[in-house]
């Protein structure tokens, strides 16, 4: 005992000294340089301060070592809560009758009729089938090309339940705005999906890849399936600091890349997974995705009121229905703004394609706030506002490489949009079968070009 009340201090300053050690390891954020001076100077304290330095020294070497090593150990573990990987996707079904239906219940329904679409996922429909065979056991099981021949069904007294994939309910109130008026839900069914492993790991810390950030406009969990509204590519390449956004539009008409070639639109790809849809974007423009980003895009705008206004750039000056004014130029935006910019097409001849671009916009002025130094304050802030808002199979390795390369070098990235156009027509589709609606088809100079850019952005520099 009376070694240690002596040697007390040199303990302590032997302790803080391995804590730092530690805590470098750990982190993979820290610049190479602070990592070489911090581990030389840890190591040097260990050997010789803990005998030679005095006592106010080894106080206040002590001190700053803990305080440092807290900090690194609190950054490293704020960015792992960033990342978040759902392993499973998550369909809800309702079990939907008109509002004056006698049927109050699931159990209140033996001997009546259910509709389903023909293009529900098969193993849906036979969890579905189980679970109603456990249930009520009679019954009838009807499948229509699609949803909403199944709603006019419903209407029209030909089925008793409409069995709906919540992903589809918007769609369906698009096609009548008071179906939610005319109808109740009796019963409501979660089904989760294990997700196939997609994501093709590189160096991203040397090497050219992709990213496809897939919006959802929903509320709620960010594993539940929805279409994909918005699809944004991102091309890195960190050997020239440079990223390309390509935006294309949710009306795309191209081969489903889940669904053995049928043709829809891309915003229902997401009906599927979020796989699906990077399925299909990579069979469209025949490249490797090697990851995705899915987010539920009102959840960004949270974001933005961490890390403050975004300026963001406009091709157009106009005004939206809301009053809403934004000007040709730069713009600075708070995050009502910000998903109001982000949302606008009705004010733009060319509609969902400058809505895509100017969706591009927005995530050039998030990434540009992001990187300013002021931001680093805010982790906690940046963390509650996005960490269950996000789904990617980005992993913590893969981020810190990118992060590390950017603060050791502290180059500014050079951003550059870009979008797939098209022309509009009525076909039939997929997911709504026979059923005409409008589509746009990629014009084929416009895709050429795409994939040209693509190429010449992931040329690996010297």
């Known amino acids: 005992m009376k070694f240690l009340r002596k040697n007390i201090l040199s303990i302590i300053l032997a302790f803080s000294s391995l804590y730092l050690i530690l805590a470098l390891i750990y982190n993979t954020f820290v610049p190479t340089t602070v990592v070489v001076v911090l581990g030389a100077i840890s190591f040097l304290v260990l050997t010789v301060g803990v005998s030679k330095f005095s006592k106010t020294l080894k106080i206040t070497v002590a001190l700053l070592f803990i305080i440092s090593s807290s900090f690194l150990f609190y950054t490293q573990y704020s960015a792992e809560r960033v990342i978040n990987y759902t392993e499973t996707e998550k369909n809800i079904i309702t079990f939907v009758v008109v509002k004056d239906s006698e049927l109050m219940t699931i159990e209140?329904?033996?001997?009546?009729?259910?509709?389903?679409?023909?293009?529900?996922?098969?193993?849906?429909?036979?969890?579905?089938?189980?679970?109603?065979?456990?249930?009520?056991?009679?019954?009838?099981?009807?499948?229509?090309?699609?949803?909403?021949?199944?709603?006019?069904?419903?209407?029209?007294?030909?089925?008793?339940?409409?069995?709906?994939?919540?992903?589809?309910?918007?769609?369906?109130?698009?096609?009548?705005?008071?179906?939610?008026?005319?109808?109740?839900?009796?019963?409501?069914?979660?089904?989760?999906?294990?997700?196939?492993?997609?994501?093709?790991?590189?160096?991203?810390?040397?090497?050219?890849?992709?990213?496809?950030?897939?919006?959802?406009?929903?509320?709620?969990?960010?594993?539940?399936?929805?279409?994909?509204?918005?699809?944004?590519?991102?091309?890195?390449?960190?050997?020239?600091?440079?990223?390309?956004?390509?935006?294309?539009?949710?009306?795309?008409?191209?081969?489903?890349?889940?669904?053995?070639?049928d043709y829809d639109k891309l915003t229902h790809s997401g009906i599927y997974g979020v796989n699906c849809t990077v399925k299909t974007i990579e069979n469209l423009l025949d490249i490797d995705i090697n990851y995705y980003v899915r987010v539920n895009f009102t959840s960004l705008t949270k974001l933005v009121d961490v890390i403050g206004n975004i300026n963001v750039y406009s091709k157009y000056s106009f005004t939206t229905e809301d009053g809403s004014h934004f000007v040709s130029g730069m713009n600075s935006l708070n995050s009502a703004e910000a998903?109001?910019?982000?949302?606008?097409?009705?004010?733009?001849?060319?509609?969902?394609?400058?809505?895509?671009?100017?969706?591009?916009?927005?995530?050039?002025?998030?990434?540009?706030?992001?990187?300013?130094?002021?931001?680093?304050?805010?982790?906690?802030?940046?963390?509650?506002?996005?960490?269950?808002?996000?789904?990617?199979?980005?992993?913590?390795?893969?981020?810190?490489?990118?992060?590390?390369?950017?603060?050791?070098?502290?180059?500014?990235?050079?951003?550059?949009?870009?979008?797939?156009?098209?022309?509009?027509?009525?076909?039939?589709?997929?997911s709504m079968g026979s059923r005409l609606l409008y589509v746009m088809i990629p014009n084929p100079d416009s895709l050429i070009q795409v994939k040209q850019n693509i190429k010449a952005f992931m040329v690996v520099s010297n």
Request: aromatic share 6%; hydrophobic share 35%; proline share 2%.
């Open 108 to 261: 209140d329904t033996k001997g009546a009729t259910f509709g389903s679409s023909q293009t529900m996922d098969e193993l849906t429909e036979t969890f579905l089938v189980d679970q109603l065979n456990s249930k009520i056991g009679d019954y009838t099981w009807e499948s229509v090309t699609d949803d909403q021949s199944n709603m006019e069904l419903l209407y029209n007294g030909k089925i008793d339940i409409l069995v709906l994939d919540n992903s589809m309910r918007d769609y369906l109130k698009e096609m009548d705005p008071d179906f939610e008026s005319k109808t109740r839900i009796i019963w409501t069914v979660e089904k989760s999906t294990i997700k196939e492993v997609i994501v093709k790991e590189v160096d991203i810390s040397k090497k050219p890849f992709t990213v496809l950030i897939s919006g959802i406009d929903i509320a709620g969990s960010i594993n539940l399936r929805s279409r994909s509204d918005v699809n944004i590519l991102m091309v890195v390449n960190p050997g020239t600091n440079k990223i390309l956004t390509i935006s294309i539009p949710r009306d795309t008409y191209t081969q489903l890349g889940c669904k053995t070639g």
């Open 339 to 430: 998903l109001t910019f982000a949302r606008a097409r009705h004010q733009f001849e060319s509609g969902d394609i400058q809505r895509g671009l100017n969706q591009q916009e927005v995530i050039k002025g998030i990434i540009g706030k992001l990187l300013s130094p002021s931001t680093f304050t805010k982790i906690e802030g940046i963390i509650k506002a996005v960490g269950k808002s996000i789904d990617t199979n980005f992993t913590t390795d893969d981020l810190s490489k990118l992060i590390k390369k950017q603060i050791d070098n502290n180059i500014a990235w050079d951003i550059t949009t870009s979008n797939l156009s098209g022309v509009g027509a009525m076909k039939p589709t997929y």
